[in-house]
């Protein structure tokens, strides 16, 4: 599996899986068939043929148009199909993609899949030899070092795996006894975007054993946060994790 590394919010580099080719491709084939059945459903209710470019065609095709910018939004980096399939729109530096971002991935599907090509092929508007620029957002994800289509180039994206990846990615809800008693105060000076990081960490220390990792994380939290403390780095880590949820939720 293809493996990326991007710094952290803690000048640490993590390891992300990207999403392997046929992920994508069965993610985009069920978000075209989810676009297909709409529009099934829409032609029984309305003779798409006398649409044209009446208000009302042009009405009913906007949740196609908008159909993966909606959803990637609405989402955080997932379309249906993404999210059947477990992959995830992520920035080049592992956060959280912007509007903007969203916007070039989707204005740019039409030259990364331009369908529109074969349309105006067949209907001898273009000539033949423009029907292999319909596979160049394919070229681009085949060749390109992160698997990046135009769209991902030019919007700073890539799509990692979530398969090996659990929740703690798009949470950092972690269960706190009812009794618990926090011990770092601190902790809310981090940003979801460092406790979401903290917490990737975790994960890898307790999968890999890198008890090194830990202390360096230890270390560079307690000088960002100008704190002491007398527990061990991965203990302390944890209960950093813990007391963030209890001052969240309390």
């Known amino acids: 599996m293809l493996l990326v590394k991007l710094d952290t919010g803690f000048n640490i580099e993590v390891e992300f899986p990207i999403s392997p080719f046929h992920k994508r491709l069965f993610a985009w084939i069920i978000d075209l068939i989810i676009n297909l059945l709409y529009m099934k ?3 029984q209710l309305v003779d798409i043929r006398s649409w044209n470019w009446s208000w009302e065609g042009v009405l009913a095709s906007l949740p196609v ?7 990637e939004v609405a989402l955080n980096g997932q379309s249906p199909g993404k999210l059947a399939m477990r992959i995830k729109v992520i920035t080049e530096a592992g956060g959280q993609p912007t509007l903007g971002q969203y916007l070039i991935r989707w204005v740019f599907r039409l030259i990364d899949f331009p369908y529109w090509i074969l349309a105006f092929t067949f209907a001898q508007e273009l000539p033949y030899w423009t029907i292999p620029l319909v596979f160049s957002g394919l070229a681009f994800v085949i060749f390109t070092p992160k698997s990046q289509r135009i769209g991902d180039l030019l ?6 795996d979530l398969k090996n990846r659990t929740s703690w990615q798009d949470t950092v809800f972690t269960e706190v006894e009812a009794s618990y008693q926090p011990r770092y105060p601190q902790v809310m000076q981090l940003s979801d975007r460092d406790i979401n990081t903290l917490k990737s960490i ?4 307790r999968r890999k054993n890198d008890y090194d990792l830990s202390m360096k994380i230890a270390e560079r939290i307690k000088a960002k946060l100008r704190m002491n403390s007398d527990q061990d780095s991965f203990e302390f880590l944890q209960t950093l994790l ?3 949820n209890y001052y969240s939720t309390n």
């Open 155 to 160: 919007a700073g994206t890539i799509l990692i």
């Open 41 to 43: 459903v829409i032609s």
């Open 242 to 244: 813990k007391d963030y």
């Open 202 to 205: 975790i994960e890898t220390v």
């Open 65 to 71: 148009l908008f159909y993966h910018l909606v959803s």
